[in-house]
């Protein structure tokens, strides 16, 4: 598979996976349900909001999961995202 190049207002993210720690200090990895944010690795050529770096929270629904060489990616609208963490 090759690299994604979202169009018009699309975006797409990589989760930020959230640490979890077990009583005894072991980092246990999450998943897409356990993150909270996403950091925005592409953008479409009419995205106007977000630019590739930020860190976003997501509509989660709205998120569509893709596979790709570097791992699982969401697409998501510009529309979708909430907000940007600064």
Do not use: H
Not at 5 to 13: E, M, Q
Not at 17 to 28: A, R
Request: aromatic share 6%; with cysteine; proline share 3%.
């Amino acid at each position: 598979m090759s690299t994604l190049r979202p169009i018009k207002t699309k975006v797409i993210l990589a989760a930020i996976e959230k640490e979890q720690k077990s009583e005894t200090g072991l980092i246990i990895q999450g998943s897409f349900g356990d993150a909270q944010y996403c950091k925005v690795l592409a953008i479409g050529p009419e995205v106007t909001d977000v630019v590739v770096g930020d860190t976003v929270f997501p509509t989660w629904n709205a998120c569509k999961i893709v596979k790709a060489e570097e791992g699982e990616r969401l697409v998501i609208d510009q529309k979708d995202i909430i907000f940007i963490v600064e």
